[in-house]
């Protein structure tokens, strides 16, 4: 058996019923389902409520419409994605291309967490060619531990039931990017690309880079490195990266 494959969990649909609320937070409207819907969709049907919040619309991403009424278009589209998903979605209140690395940002997400009080929350990776997936990256993480501070004020109580943060594969964000948890979504793909193609720059013809085939693509490769027919694959920090054993697996 291949080491990555003796040191690398495999989590599988079937993990019984819970009380798992995930919250996937990206930069732009699309990130979000594009990266992580099939394993909300997977959740979904295990009966876990999943929350998507998109920091900004991405409304500058049209090259052909003006921003206003591409954030228009991208709002519609992304709420028939998640309706697609079985998920609620929240939009933050930032632009596209300005979503900050600051202490507003930071205050703005955690008072999300919050309020949706998540088991599990997915974000950006922390490097890439995208400054708004850098900056959700960092902001998330602060957040995370700010939202569970009972001094830190946001109008909320403290939320501490964040269980892991992990980070999804984008093909922007790919610099040092390790797969590392691999979820089994071989029977939600179905529904990731129902609701991935709402989005018309998803479907093509907004901008070159071919997103249904890379993603669909991707869950195909990671699926085959984790003997499944489709996975995702996501990064966690370096210092969550640690197993506690008794004995030899
Ligand atoms: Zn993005």
């Known amino acids: ?56 619309l991405g409304e500058g991403g049209n090259p052909k419409l003006p921003p206003r009424l591409y954030g228009e278009q991208k709002r519609r589209e992304a709420r028939e994605a998640a309706a697609a998903l079985g998920a609620e979605v929240i939009f933050g209140p930032f ?20 309020q949706v009080k998540p088991t599990h929350i997915f974000t950006h990776w922390r490097a890439g060619i995208h400054k708004d997936h850098i900056a959700t990256h960092a902001v998330v993480v602060d957040a995370v531990l700010l939202a569970s501070l009972e001094g830190y004020d946001t109008g909320h109580p403290p939320h501490r039931g964040v269980r892991g943060v992990y980070f999804a594969e984008n093909w922007e964000d790919s610099e040092g990017f390790q797969p590392y948890l691999y979820f089994d979504v ?16 998803v479907r093509g013809g907004v901008v070159p880079f071919r997103y249904l085939d890379y993603y669909e693509g991707l869950a195909r490769v990671r699926g085959a490195q984790a003997s499944r027919r489709f996975a995702v694959a996501c990064d966690v920090a370096p210092e969550a990266k640690k197993r506690v054993l008794g004995t030899l697996p």
């Open 95 to 114: 632009k596209d291309g300005e979503v900050p690395n600051n202490d507003e940002a930071r205050r703005w997400v955690a008072g999300l967490i919050r």
């Open 186 to 201: 071989s029977d939600a793909l179905a529904v990731w690309r129902e609701a991935a193609v709402k989005y018309q720059f």
């Open 1 to 56: 058996m291949p080491r990555w494959l003796v040191f690398c969990a495999i989590l599988c649909a079937p993990l019984g019923a819970s009380e798992r609320t995930i919250l996937s937070i990206g930069a732009h409207a699309g990130d979000a389902e594009l990266t992580t819907g099939a394993v909300l969709a997977a959740h979904k049907k295990l009966g876990d409520r999943i929350v998507l919040a998109h920091l900004s």
